[in-house]
């Protein structure tokens, strides 16, 4: 999956662009947001042909709270244990 899928992706599921606050930003980043779940997550710039690994699709998917493409989703049982596992309690 490239990162110009990926945001297709995640704007088809209703998420939006939030801007980054001005002062000190060099980020090389988008930051999407959605209204629905409140969830936040960050796509690397620029958005072209490069391809985003499957796990770091489904991670970003999941803290959206949007469906993972089916092309990723054979990562969902990794992401959830490593989280079920490591992630924050």
């Known amino acids: 999956m490239t990162r ?3 945001v297709d992706w995640i704007q088809l599921h209703g998420c939006s662009i939030e801007p980054l606050p ?3 930003n060099r980020a090389n980043s988008i930051k999407f947001v959605n209204p629905k779940t409140n969830g936040r997550a960050y796509v690397s ?3 072209d042909d490069t391809e985003v690994y499957d796990y770091k699709a489904c ?3 999941t803290q ?3 469906p993972i493409p089916d092309r990723v ?5 990794l992401y959830k244990h490593i989280q079920n596992n490591h992630g924050r309690k």
């Open 4 to 6: 110009a899928d990926l």
């Open 59 to 61: 991670h970003i998917c």
């Open 73 to 77: 989703s054979h990562y969902e049982p």
């Open 45 to 47: 710039t620029p958005i």
């Open 64 to 66: 959206l709270g949007i």
């Open 22 to 24: 001005e002062i000190n």
